[in-house]
């Protein structure tokens, strides 16, 4: 059965750091283009950053470049979010997404002092 499980949320303070994990089951995510989303309250779901199949290049939204950084272990068919100097505006539910279509049920980050 295919599977998405986000985790690694929770509350944080301005400037501080979360990963988040994306762990699948039921295919091989290295086939896949894996994406982060997140939806803010009262906001449209956006685009976080991806991680495309195979060669694993990436493409980041404008406003988490050079904070946020994802990556996969294939081993553990798990992608990851790191998150760095997170803002307010960071605050969200963070889900992850196989060629977009398939979802997690998100997890909930909160940047808050």
């Known amino acids: 059965q295919l599977q998405l499980v986000e985790s690694g949320g929770g509350l944080v303070q301005p400037g501080g750091s979360l990963r988040l994990s994306c762990a699948a089951s039921?295919?091989?995510?290295?086939?896949?283009?894996i994406g982060w989303f997140r939806q803010a309250p009262g906001k449209e779901r956006e685009g976080v950053v991806c991680?495309?199949?195979?060669?694993?290049?990436?493409n980041y939204a404008d406003s988490v470049k050079g904070r946020f950084t994802i990556s996969r272990d294939n081993a553990k068919n798990t992608v990851y979010l790191q998150m760095n100097s997170l803002k307010p505006e960071d605050t969200a539910v963070y889900y992850c997404?196989?060629?977009?279509?398939?979802w997690g049920q998100g997890t909930q980050v909160t940047v808050s002092s």
């Open positions: 039921g295919f091989s995510l290295d086939y896949y283009t």
């Open positions: 997404s196989r060629d977009g279509v398939e």
């Open positions: 991680i495309n199949s195979g060669d694993g290049t990436t």
